[in-house]
């Protein structure tokens, strides 16, 4: 009876203050947990967020009960320790790795464009103004190693350091070309073997990182 009590002074508690937290209420946005459709409405007030405790519950799949004065929120699989060391090992690609890799491939389309467009427009190749390009990446590439923290992550990394190194043997191509003084005409990316390659290994990794799942269809090779 003490316990129905409680649940029922706080629910009373919970409908009398909602109308002054929502005139309070700076905005009003959504609580999403990765993995569930659901989602709870989140009340920001005074810079705190607020979630209904059993909004909470509804969008975890757990459940309540009072325990004195205390509300405890049970989550699904809380009691077995075995699915809690299985869930915490780490899988599929991590998000820093992600955001990594995103940020070299960045780097890497941005040398790309670059070449590309002086190609097509005709403007002089130089080794100092394109090697800038291959100096900016490498620093991306060691941190890439660094973070790779997963299984997948570290599978990947030889992908991307693969594309580095096709990026670098176009842009020597086109290098030595120039230097030749051979005739270098506006639309040589488009039959190029090394370009096709390096767009290829480039859909591939988006592909990956989109479906966070390892292929390796030998795109990258």
């Known amino acids: 009876m003490r316990g129905n009590a409680i649940r029922i002074s ?13 005139l309070l209420a700076q905005q009003t946005t959504a609580l999403l947990i990765e993995g569930r459709s659901e989602q709870a409405r989140v009340i920001q007030v005074q810079g705190k ?25 049970t989550l699904v699989g809380s009691g077995d320790t075995s699915s809690q060391k299985t869930s915490a090992l780490p899988a599929g690609y991590s998000q820093e790795f992600v955001s990594a890799g995103i940020e070299t491939m960045r780097e890497i389309l941005e040398w790309h464009a670059a070449l590309k467009t002086a190609i097509e ?21 060691k941190h890439l190693e660094a973070v790779a923290s997963t299984d997948m992550d570290r599978k990947t990394v ?11 043997s176009l842009t020597d191509k086109y290098l030595k070309t120039a ?26 990794l988006s592909s990956m990182a989109s479906s966070n799942q390892f292929v390796d269809d030998g795109s990258c090779r």
């Not at 706080?10 to 929502?22: D, E, N, R």
């Not at 030889?158 to 580095?164: A, D």
């Open 158 to 168: 030889p992908l991307l350091v693969k594309e580095f190194e096709n990026m670098d």
């Open 121 to 141: 427009r005709g403007y002089p190749l130089s080794d100092q103004w394109l090697g800038h390009f291959r100096r900016q990446i490498q620093p991306s590439l």
């Open 179 to 204: 230097a030749s003084r051979d005739y270098l005409a506006p639309d040589s990316l488009k039959t190029d073997p090394l370009e096709e390659r390096l767009l290829t290994c480039w859909q591939s």
């Open 10 to 22: 706080v629910l009373l508690i919970a409908v009398l203050l909602l109308p002054f937290l929502v």
């Open 49 to 73: 967020n607020y979630v209904d405790v059993e909004e909470l519950a509804r969008i975890t799949g757990g459940s309540l009960r009072v325990a004195g004065s205390r509300i405890i929120l």
